[in-house]
């Protein structure tokens, strides 16, 4: 039974989250999660950029994933600077995933509340349950950036099983 290591990366500026599972057949397990964070959250966008793609690439060569899963860029027509923004961190993290040469899924952000919730309007907080009780762990993982990691993973790996 073929199995996956895929790392879900939750892409911010301040905070990026990331969640390993390895997925064989229906079971998931997890690996580890945690955050990355540049050394000065003031920092100008450069260097911010610099300090998550360096530690991300240390992290994937370090753990060495079949797949990075990432999210679509989405954004309300009032908010197009955040979107802006986080294509800024999505293009390092893509570009972290490439230079490891590991290839890199995308999903909506209504594709993982699907795929976690069997609906997909559902809530942050439905969703971060659901990661916390299909890794079977006694509570929601912290920060939030770790759980939207997660979902990504869980995600994928749901993807995966076909």
Not at 85 to 98: E, K, N, Q, T
Request: net charge neutral; proline share 7%; with cysteine.
């Amino acid at each position: 039974m073929r199995q996956w290591r895929i790392v879900g990366i939750d892409p911010g500026l301040v905070t990026t989250g990331y969640g390993l599972v390895l997925a064989r057949g229906p079971a998931v397990t997890l690996i580890e999660g945690g955050t990355i964070h540049p050394p000065d959250r003031r920092a100008p966008l450069e260097h911010r950029l610099v300090a998550i793609f360096c530690d991300l690439l240390d992290l994937l060569q370090e753990v060495q994933p079949d797949v990075v899963a990432i999210e679509d860029l989405y954004t309300r027509y009032e908010r197009p600077r955040t979107a802006i923004l986080m294509g800024h961190a999505r293009g390092v993290i893509a570009l972290a995933a490439g230079l490891a040469s590991v290839p890199v899924e995308t999903f909506t952000a209504s594709q993982v509340k699907r795929a976690l919730t069997g609906e997909g309007r559902a809530s942050k907080a439905q969703v971060q349950r659901a990661v916390a009780e299909l890794l079977g762990l006694p509570r929601v993982p912290e920060p939030p950036d770790v759980a939207d990691a997660l979902a990504l993973a869980l995600t994928c790996a749901n993807a995966r099983r076909g």
